[in-house]
């Protein structure tokens, strides 16, 4: 079942209503786009500081590859395997990103589509809501004579011997 990551954004002056449509639920999974077209992604989603890390990374690795011997298949295969490893960890850089401008992470929904992990989310946060709303105190009753401390327990007065 697919998992979505929930973030809400940073609390600016708007409505509840426009803060609850800002939301972002994105799905956890390999990601094609970011293995076969990695800067062309990060440039699309805005992922400016991964972009920087990516450009000065990846060509000083395969040119001291190329300097100390290796063959340039072997480097095409690195190259290639750093593609993967962006296309595996697509959602884990959207994520530090967002968590980097401000955003909370709200954790992971499990549901089937993202219809359905969006009325989970704000299902169980409306719950949440109400359940950390607190009680009124409990009044004292007047019929009840205030005595000293109640013990509960197996003693039935304080300091008790055993």
Known sequence: MPAYAV?????????AADHADRFIFFRERFSLAAFLFGPLWMVWR??????????????LLVTGLLRIGIAPSACAAV?????LLIGMEAASL????LI??????CGIVIADDLELAERRFFDARS???????????????AHLPLSGPEVIGLFPEPGGGR
């Open 46 to 59: 805005r992922l400016w500081l991964v972009l920087i890390v990516y450009l000065v990374t990846v060509p």
């Open 100 to 105: 980097r401008r401000g955003w909370r992470d």
């Open 94 to 97: 959207r994520r530090w990103t």
């Open 79 to 83: 190259y290639l395997l750093v593609e």
């Open 7 to 15: 973030f809400e954004p940073p609390m600016r002056k708007r409505s």
């Open 127 to 141: 719950t949440r809501e109400r359940a950390a709303i607190p009680a009124a105190p409990p009044r004292a009753s």
